[in-house]
């Protein structure tokens, strides 16, 4: 008799699908924070949808974790190349040999064009080939590390991952204190690193309680409570004593080699009996009773014979009701006679057919199936049997939509994201090109949009941005497209124009809907939006210079005063590099200190013109751009989001030139530096004037603060606390630029405020408008009544400082009195002449 052999058995039905993947240039913290949150042991670095790397759990061990810099790499310096890969179409078998020959235990498994699909570990291998029987037989004892590397609980995490590497382990057990045990492994190295430094005690980070079993245990129960705790490791304990140490890897190490060809050769002999006789089928029923995929087997004329309990746990239907009948039950009707036709004959053809296939369970639910039929033939070749194994897919093709969905759309609006939207231009583009026709791309982006999010709240905003994304697509032609970049920025994608009026057309359309009015719960209010257009093939030749010099030009409409739309030019281009190259030099120079610098602008006594203080003003100086002015960098650095080391690096060169004069035997005067609101508002503000008080050994008073009234703005109760403690610190403080912003009377009373700076516009208009003196008598008057000094701003003239006469005013400051100078000369005029010469 000729052995007809089994069908074999492919990889892709062990693979996991869920890959974990990054790009070379993805730094590795980043990277190993994903595999700590999501508990993989692998990441695939893939590049142009190749596997160009790979690294894993074992790899942190190799990592030099003295340095607080060893993750701050990109991953494609430390990955491991090449990664070892199979086709999908490979056989179990063939994945074995791999494993063996390469010494390794993950393997990718990839598709026809070498873009990865799935990953295979060794532990898949013997964890899916039906090892229960085994395990069920031989005890923990014949499995377990009886020499279990152990470490003491006061070794640094980064001594622990050497001594893992070095003895070829993958957990070490630690001793936490005199009675009490831990367990630290890769994974625990892995999901330390990037929230512990190297020198951190490991005793801290073991795993406690220890879960434990006994060493006469079966292996089945070890693997079973290492499943169902998601634990790596089991210690085995006898007469309460640590005997060893048992994890997956310990309970698939115990399974021979020999073992597995024994299950093979089973596995053949089951193929060969259901093949040869009814007799030798209830024997192969028995054998395939346990498998988890969905086995049918009929007679030549399709009628059921045999199904087993995975068949019943996924249809609904028992044995008894299918007996005698034919497969059609699970019918769904979604597949014509056409599809079963060709499936017969490919069967009869090959012996064989693989598919997925749409089937109905008992309750009428549809599912998925990936179905696999095999014609079964006696000697002479004449069929005898059909075996049709089964497995419900219908949750991996949810998943994998839902994943195709999220890579593609926008998970709020359920709009196209920058990633299908940079698809659909890259085809407009070719399409034009070819029709020698137009296209317009709008970059449009909502004015104010923030101050909606932080006084409604997010689910406001959320809200809102769904409103938005119906508005314009009410506005929009059929073929147009409307995507959704992320936060409050969009695009549209107008194919086929026939003119650029009519793109300004639309943009003019989209501004005065979105200018409507929107009402959120009980809330009514406007917004606007500002638009920046560019054209194909006018402005650019390709889609992403479309993209950029849209941006270019919604940005120049946010400039120029925001709710409206612009054309892209050339001219914005060359705008935006300017733009951006100083923002790298203030960058540059906020790291370095070069270039930045203080000047001093005197407050004196209004009657006796004496000093009675300064006040600090920023001054940057670069090769390239010359002296910049405030009005220019102070915008850049809030754009950038650069004020808070602005502001410090301020503060700090305040602080070292009061020392130098103190030091010198000046008697420096009090200085006052402007603090921003991301500044002023930061949680450790106290702790830095603290210690910036400390280190340069200033007494109290030499250092106060102002802020404008806009950063107090919807937070007095929350600022009062603060500033109590800055005056304890002996800083006074100011509120700049009074009577512009939200002056409120009730802030006035419950703020604890030293001063008020009276803005200089209300200063320049004394003696030409009657509201400008109505308005500096009653702040003046007011201030007296508080007992607040005031200061004006903004004196230039003589005329001015005699107006000032009339009011409560005791301090002035303004080019009459002094221009702002650097410390130098500050020194040499107000500090003292005979000893000007030693300041700096």
């Given at each position: 008799?000729?052995?007809?052999?089994?069908?074999?058995?492919?990889?892709?039905?062990?693979?996991?699908?869920?890959?974990?993947?990054?790009?070379?240039?993805?730094?590795?913290?980043?990277?190993?924070?994903?595999?700590?949150?999501?508990?993989?042991?692998?990441?695939?670095?893939?590049?142009?949808?190749?596997?160009?790397?790979?690294?894993?759990?074992?790899?942190?061990?190799?990592?030099?974790?003295?340095?607080?810099?060893?993750?701050?790499?990109?991953?494609?310096?430390?990955?491991?190349?090449?990664?070892?890969?199979?086709?999908?179409?490979?056989?179990?078998?063939?994945?074995?040999?791999?494993?063996?020959?390469?010494?390794?235990?993950?393997?990718?498994?990839?598709?026809?064009?070498?873009?990865?699909?799935?990953?295979?570990?060794?532990?898949?291998?013997?964890?899916?080939?039906?090892?229960?029987?085994?395990?069920?037989?031989?005890?923990?004892?014949?499995?377990?590390?009886?020499?279990?590397?152990?470490?003491?609980?006061?070794?640094?995490?980064?001594?622990?991952?050497?001594?893992?590497?070095?003895?070829?382990?993958?957990?070490?057990?630690?001793?936490?204190?005199?009675?009490?045990?831990?367990?630290?492994?890769?994974?625990?190295?892995?999901?330390?690193?990037?929230?512990?430094?190297?020198?951190?005690?490991?005793?801290?980070?073991?795993?406690?309680?220890?879960?434990?079993?006994?060493?006469?245990?079966?292996?089945?129960?070890?693997?079973?409570?290492?499943?169902?705790?998601?634990?790596?490791?089991?210690?085995?304990?006898?007469?309460?004593?640590?005997?060893?140490?048992?994890?997956?890897?310990?309970?698939?190490?115990?399974?021979?080699?020999?073992?597995?060809?024994?299950?093979?050769?089973?596995?053949?002999?089951?193929?060969?009996?259901?093949?040869?006789?009814?007799?030798?089928?209830?024997?192969?029923?028995?054998?395939?009773?346990?498998?988890?995929?969905?086995?049918?087997?009929?007679?030549?004329?399709?009628?059921?014979?045999?199904?087993?309990?995975?068949?019943?746990?996924?249809?609904?239907?028992?044995?008894?009701?299918?007996?005698?009948?034919?497969?059609?039950?699970?019918?769904?009707?979604?597949?014509?006679?056409?599809?079963?036709?060709?499936?017969?004959?490919?069967?009869?053809?090959?012996?064989?057919?693989?598919?997925?296939?749409?089937?109905?369970?008992?309750?009428?639910?549809?599912?998925?199936?990936?179905?696999?039929?095999?014609?079964?033939?006696?000697?002479?070749?004449?069929?005898?049997?059909?075996?049709?194994?089964?497995?419900?897919?219908?949750?991996?093709?949810?998943?994998?939509?839902?994943?195709?969905?999220?890579?593609?759309?926008?998970?709020?609006?359920?709009?196209?994201?920058?990633?299908?939207?940079?698809?659909?231009?890259?085809?407009?583009?070719?399409?034009?090109?070819?029709?020698?026709?137009?296209?317009?791309?709008?970059?449009?982006?909502?004015?104010?949009?923030?101050?909606?999010?932080?006084?409604?709240?997010?689910?406001?905003?959320?809200?809102?941005?769904?409103?938005?994304?119906?508005?314009?697509?009410?506005?929009?032609?059929?073929?147009?497209?409307?995507?959704?970049?992320?936060?409050?920025?969009?695009?549209?994608?107008?194919?086929?124009?026939?003119?650029?009026?009519?793109?300004?057309?639309?943009?003019?359309?989209?501004?005065?809907?979105?200018?409507?009015?929107?009402?959120?719960?009980?809330?009514?209010?406007?917004?606007?939006?500002?638009?920046?257009?560019?054209?194909?093939?006018?402005?650019?030749?390709?889609?992403?210079?479309?993209?950029?010099?849209?941006?270019?030009?919604?940005?120049?409409?946010?400039?120029?005063?925001?709710?409206?739309?612009?054309?892209?030019?050339?001219?914005?281009?060359?705008?935006?590099?300017?733009?951006?190259?100083?923002?790298?030099?203030?960058?540059?120079?906020?790291?370095?200190?070069?270039?930045?610098?203080v000047h001093y602008q005197p407050q004196v006594d209004r009657a006796s013109r004496a000093l009675a203080g300064a006040e600090a003003l920023a001054r940057w100086y670069h090769p390239d751009f010359g002296q910049v002015s405030p009005g220019e960098f102070i915008p850049l650095a809030e754009r950038a989001g650069l004020m808070v080391p602005l502001g410090l690096t301020l503060l700090r060169q305040v602080a070292d030139q009061q020392r130098r004069w103190l030091d010198m035997g000046l008697?420096?005067?009090?200085?006052?530096?402007?603090?921003?609101?991301?500044?002023?508002?930061?949680?450790?503000?106290?702790?830095?004037?603290?210690?910036?008080?400390?280190?340069?050994?200033?007494?109290?008073?030499?250092?106060?603060?102002?802020?404008?009234?806009?950063?107090?703005?919807?937070?007095?109760?929350?600022?009062?606390?603060?500033?109590?403690?800055?005056?304890?610190?002996?800083?006074?403080?100011?509120?700049?630029?009074?009577?512009?912003?939200?002056?409120?009377?009730?802030?006035?009373?419950?703020?604890?405020?030293?001063?008020?700076?009276?803005?200089?516009?209300?200063?320049?208009?004394?003696?030409?408008?009657?509201?400008?003196?109505?308005?500096?008598?009653?702040?003046?008057?007011?201030?007296?009544?508080?007992?607040?000094?005031?200061?004006?701003?903004?004196?230039?003239?003589?005329?001015?400082?005699?107006?000032?006469?009339?009011?409560?005013?005791?301090?002035?400051?303004?080019?009459?009195?002094?221009?702002?100078?650097?410390?130098?000369?500050?020194?040499?005029?107000?500090?003292?002449?005979?000893?000007?010469?030693?300041?700096?």
């Open positions: 008799m000729t052995d007809i052999p089994s069908p074999p058995v492919f990889i892709e039905r062990l693979m996991h699908t869920g890959l974990l993947t990054c790009a070379s240039d993805t730094p590795l913290r980043e990277a190993v924070e994903r595999m700590a949150l999501r508990r993989f042991s692998a990441i695939v670095v893939v590049e142009n949808d190749v596997a160009v790397g790979i690294w894993t759990e074992r790899d942190s061990l190799r990592l030099d974790l003295t340095r607080a810099d060893c993750l701050d790499v990109p991953i494609g310096q430390v990955m491991s190349r090449p990664v070892r890969s199979l086709p999908v179409h490979a056989t179990v078998s063939e994945a074995e040999q791999w494993f063996t020959r390469h010494r390794c235990r993950h393997l990718l498994v990839v598709d026809g064009h070498g873009r990865p699909v799935g990953m295979v570990s060794q532990t898949d291998m013997a964890q899916k080939q039906g090892l229960e029987p085994y395990l069920s037989l031989h005890p923990v004892s014949k499995a377990m590390d009886i020499a279990p590397l152990e470490l003491p609980g006061h070794m640094s995490l980064a001594q622990a991952a050497t001594e893992l590497l070095h003895h070829n382990r993958d957990a070490a057990v630690v001793s936490c204190s005199p009675d009490r045990l831990g367990i630290i492994t890769e994974q625990d190295i892995l999901s330390s690193i990037t929230r512990c430094p190297g020198a951190t005690p490991i005793g801290g980070l073991a795993s406690q309680p220890l879960l434990s079993v006994g060493p006469e245990d079966s292996l089945l129960h070890a693997r079973s409570r290492l499943l169902d705790h998601r634990s790596r490791y089991l210690t085995v304990v006898a007469n309460g004593q640590l005997a060893g140490l048992i994890g997956f890897r310990e309970i698939i190490n115990s399974v021979e080699h020999r073992y597995l060809e024994e299950l093979q050769q089973a596995l053949k002999q089951r193929d060969q009996a259901l093949l040869s006789s009814r007799l030798n089928l209830q024997l192969a029923e028995r054998v395939i009773e346990a498998s988890l995929e969905g086995i049918i087997i009929t007679d030549p004329d399709n009628r059921i014979v045999f199904v087993n309990p995975a068949f019943s746990h996924t249809t609904g239907y028992s044995i008894e009701e299918v007996l005698g009948r034919t497969p059609a039950i699970l019918s769904s009707g979604r597949h014509d006679a056409a599809f079963y036709h060709d499936m017969w004959q490919t069967l009869n053809d090959k012996g064989y057919w693989r598919g997925e296939i749409w089937n109905r369970r008992k309750s009428g639910q549809l599912y998925l199936e990936l179905l696999t039929i095999t014609a079964i033939r006696d000697d002479d070749g004449q069929i005898t049997h059909f075996a049709a194994l089964f497995t419900d897919i219908t949750h991996i093709r949810e998943n994998e939509d839902r994943i195709r969905k999220l890579a593609y759309y926008d998970a709020l609006t359920g709009l196209p994201n920058r990633r299908l939207l940079e698809d659909r231009l890259e085809l407009a583009v070719r399409h034009t090109h070819r029709n020698k026709q137009h296209l317009a791309l709008i970059f449009l982006d909502l004015d104010h949009f923030k101050q909606v999010n932080d006084t409604l709240g997010h689910a406001a905003g959320d809200e809102l941005l769904l409103d938005v994304s119906r508005r314009i697509r009410g506005r929009l032609r059929e073929d147009d497209t409307l995507a959704r970049l992320g936060g409050d920025e969009f695009i549209v994608l107008l194919p086929e124009l026939s003119d650029a009026e009519e793109t300004s057309r639309i943009a003019r359309r989209l501004i005065d809907a979105i200018a409507e009015p929107f009402k959120i719960g009980p809330h009514e209010f406007r917004i606007g939006c500002s638009l920046g257009i560019s054209l194909y093939p006018d402005d650019a030749d390709s889609a992403e210079q479309l993209l950029h010099h849209a941006d270019a030009a919604m940005y120049q409409a946010k400039q120029e005063g925001r709710n409206d739309y612009r054309l892209y030019s050339r001219d914005m281009n060359h705008q935006q590099h300017q733009t951006l190259a100083m923002e790298t030099a203030l960058r540059n120079a906020l790291e370095t200190g070069d270039g930045l610098s008697e420096p005067v009090p200085v006052s530096v402007n603090l921003s609101a991301q500044q002023f508002w930061q949680h450790n503000l106290l702790v830095q004037f603290r210690l910036l008080l400390a280190e340069h050994r200033l007494p109290a008073g030499l250092i106060g603060i102002e802020l404008t009234e806009s950063v107090l703005l919807d937070k007095q109760q929350q600022a009062i606390p603060l500033l109590n403690e800055l005056r304890k610190l002996g800083c006074t403080i100011a509120i700049d630029d009074f009577g512009t912003g939200y002056s409120s009377l009730s802030y006035l009373q419950d703020l604890p405020v030293d001063m008020l700076k009276i803005d200089r516009s209300f200063i320049q208009r004394l003696g030409e408008s009657r509201s400008s003196g109505a308005i500096l008598a009653a702040v003046t008057g007011l201030a007296r009544e508080l007992e607040l000094q005031v200061v004006a701003e903004g004196v230039e003239t003589e005329a001015q400082m005699t107006a000032l006469g009339r009011y409560p005013v005791a301090l002035v400051q303004g080019f009459l009195t002094g221009r702002p100078l650097p410390a130098q000369d500050f020194a040499g005029q107000w500090l003292g002449k005979a000893r000007c010469g030693l300041a700096t």
